[in-house]
T-cell receptor
Framework: KNEVEQSPQNLTAQEGEFITINCSYS?????LHWLQQHPGGGIVSLFMLSSGKKKHGRLIATINIQEKHSSLHITASHPRDSAVYIC????????FGGGTRLMVKP | DTGVSQDPRHKITKRGQNVTFRCDPISEHNRLYWYRQTLGQGPEFLTY????????KSRLLSDRFSAERPKGSFSTLEIQRTEQGDSAMYLC??????????????FGEGSRLTVL
């Protein structure tokens, strides 16, 4: 079993839909990162969380340390949100989930 | 500061040759990570540095791989006697960590290696 599990692996949504991507991990961590990677592009950090909830524009990230679970929500999704979203947990080094490939159709 | 920069962006080499990649982190970032990403997969941890000290190295890394960060600033990743299976995107990331507090992570654009 991987230390970091993401679900779903692939997600197709219609523009405007509310999207949730989940991340579960099995080890103690000091922080959790949500990352975004567009096709052929570099990786951009969206959020770094160690507790609670963060919001940036249409993106919301939450983490429950006791349950070892985090979610990334996208409100009013748009085709430009189409990308791979990666959860990564930090102990000493970063361990990545397998990513969620999101496609938002107009 | 223009962020984390990596060089070269793309390297094509023949099997058996040595290659070296360079990463310049954001200045004053004390932590530097190397990752590898193959097509359609998530990144895999290779190694990381706290200042000039290499603190951890993945079991994925064979003896053909070596990384350095001699002055705690830029880092190099060398692959000796390249194999076709080494073809991947090599990613560098940096952050500023103080004690138990971890900083925001910044990624470079990556160095794509193609071994023919």
């Amino acid at each position: 079993k991987n230390e970091v599990e993401q679900s779903p692996q692939n997600l197709t949504a219609q523009e405007g839909e509310f999207i949730t991507i989940n991340c579960s991990y099995s080890v103690g961590i000091s922080a959790l990162h949500w990352l975004q990677q567009h096709p052929g592009g570099g990786i951009v950090s969206l959020f770094m969380l160690s507790s609670g909830k963060k919001k940036h524009g249409r993106l919301i990230a939450t983490i429950n340390i006791q349950e070892k679970h985090s979610s990334l929500h996208i409100t009013a999704s748009h085709p430009r949100d189409s990308a791979v979203y990666i959860c990564a947990v930090l102990r000493n080094m970063l361990t990545f989930g397998g990513g969620t490939r999101l496609m938002v159709k107009p | 500061d223009t962020g984390v920069s990596q060089d070269p962006r793309h390297k094509i080499t023949k099997r058996g040759q040595n290659v070296t990649f360079r990463c310049d982190p954001i200045s004053e970032h004390n932590r530097l990570y190397w990752y590898r990403q193959t097509l359609g997969q998530g990144p895999e941890f290779l190694t990381y540095f706290q200042n000039e000290a290499q603190l951890e190295k993945s079991r994925l890394l064979s003896d053909r791989f070596s990384a350095e960060r001699p002055k705690g600033s830029f880092s190099t990743l060398e692959i000796q006697r390249t194999e076709q299976g080494d073809s991947a995107m090599y990613l560098c990331a940096s952050s500023f960590n103080r004690g138990l507090n971890t900083g925001e992570l910044f990624f470079g654009e990556g160095s794509r290696l193609t071994v023919l």
